[in-house]
């Protein structure tokens, strides 16, 4: 995929401190429709902290970050689903907020469930479904506002190898399709340079961006892609890196 080259979000020279304890160094990185950006890194460096400055959960302390849009979508580790509503009802929730009419939402919830996989199970409640299903429920709920700007922090983390590799999957058609600006926190290598246009590696706190790593492999990607020893080289110089930045 190519990107366009205005970023549709920017950040410049971003830190944050915590009282005494700075968590992200000044940061600048940004990332372009048709951009898919995964960020990995020592636990604590500032991976999540990076995503919530950019949703405006939290403030930077210094630098600023400039949206060329106001369309973002944020899937959190958690599905965080409402239990006593429906899936229906829960990826129908943040259209709900923004006022959408009721006619605006059953259409756009309807396509985010086709999107997902999820039509038949629109009347489940989530104790009744596995836990790669709520995760794509969590992601229907983000799609029904149509962000210009993706937000995944480690949405995949929890699950078994063989449901993580499908939502891979799931998520790439979704990003072909809506051709978003996508950043991505993940722990995995593997998953980091499956997903990614490009592959952030950042340092121990505080945080900082060590090295980034173009990945050159075409979309549409077969999890056979795994397998071959291009994929396997590339990964291992992230892997390498990923060490030494710890």
Not at 11 to 30: I, K
Not at 46 to 70: C, E, M, V, W
Request: a negative charge; aromatic letters at 8%.
């Amino acid at each position: 995929m190519s990107s366009t080259s205005q970023p549709l979000v920017a950040f410049r020279q971003v830190g944050r401190t915590f009282e005494s304890v700075e968590a992200l160094a000044p940061t600048d990185l940004s990332v372009s429709r048709g951009e898919l950006v995964s960020i990995i890194g020592p636990s604590g460096c500032g991976k999540s902290t990076l995503l919530r400055l950019a949703s405006g959960l939290d403030k930077p302390t210094s630098g600023d970050i400039q949206f060329a849009t106001d369309s973002v979508g944020y899937v959190f580790q958690d599905a965080t689903l409402m239990p006593w509503r429906t899936v229906r009802r829960n990826v129908g929730l943040l259209a709900e907020l923004q006022g959408m009419s009721k006619a605006g939402i059953r259409a756009a919830v309807d396509r985010a469930l086709a999107t997902v996989g999820l039509t038949d199970f629109a009347d489940h409640l989530p104790h009744q479904l596995s836990g790669g299903m709520r995760m794509r429920t969590s992601v229907a709920r983000s799609l029904v506002l149509d962000p210009e700007v993706f937000l995944f922090d480690e949405p995949f983390g929890a699950l078994d190898e063989i449901t993580r590799g499908r939502l891979n999957l799931v998520l790439m058609d979704l990003f072909l399709d809506r051709s978003f600006a996508g950043l991505f926190v993940t722990h995995s290598v593997e998953e980091a340079v499956f997903l990614s246009t490009r592959v952030v590696v950042m340092s121990a706190r505080p945080g900082r961006i060590v090295e980034e790593f173009h990945v050159p492999f075409e979309f549409p990607r077969s999890l056979d892609l795994r397998y071959t020893l291009e994929f396997a080289e590339l990964a291992g110089k992230v892997a390498k890196c990923l060490e030494a930045a710890a």
